[in-house]
């Protein structure tokens, strides 16, 4: 429903789903990460497009002109939107990388090790170590 809409508003955008729930075997939260990939000449545009569709997410870690979070209020599962310009470094974590995880079963268990280790952190925290995991591996 979500990618079909996201389609609709950006017909030239890609999208793909990501994330844990994309990969067999890695341990998730259950949401459902949905990647959104623009030309840097149509990210301003797409940003404004899917802040009329989805709530702004994440707003302390926008990339100015590269990449802009969102999500779904009230859905279930949980519905997070990243997107990104093809090429930069958010379009590689939230792309490349998981291509990479799900074809390696040592970063799994990386990944896995790092939900394991972050159950009980706040959710600042976690997004730290989340994206010190994808620093270092990517």
């Given at each position: 429903e979500h990618e079909r809409r996201i389609r609709e508003a950006l017909p030239e955008a890609k999208t793909r789903h990501r994330g844990g729930t994309s990969v067999p075997g890695?341990?998730?939260s259950g949401d459902?990460?949905?990647?959104?990939?623009?030309?840097?000449s149509s990210f301003e545009a797409a940003r404004d497009i899917v802040s009329n569709l989805y709530e702004?997410?994440?707003?302390?870690?926008?990339?100015?002109?590269?990449?802009?979070?969102?999500?779904?209020?009230?859905?279930?599962?949980?519905?997070?939107?990243?997107?990104?310009?093809v090429g930069s470094l958010d379009d590689l974590h939230h792309g490349e990388a998981w291509d990479r995880i799900a074809?390696?079963?040592?970063?799994?268990?990386?990944?896995n090790e790092l939900?394991?280790?972050?159950?009980?952190?706040?959710?600042?925290?976690?997004?730290?170590?989340?994206?010190?995991?994808?620093?270092d591996n990517f």
């Open positions: 890695v341990l998730t459902v990460d949905i990647h959104v990939r623009v030309e840097a702004p997410f994440h707003v302390d870690a926008w990339s100015a002109g590269e990449s802009a979070f969102f999500f779904a209020p009230g859905s279930r599962p949980a519905i997070e939107i990243a997107l990104t310009v074809g390696d079963p040592n970063l799994i268990e990386q990944y939900k394991r280790r972050c159950a009980n952190v706040s959710p600042g925290e976690y997004d730290v170590a989340k994206r010190a995991f994808f620093y």
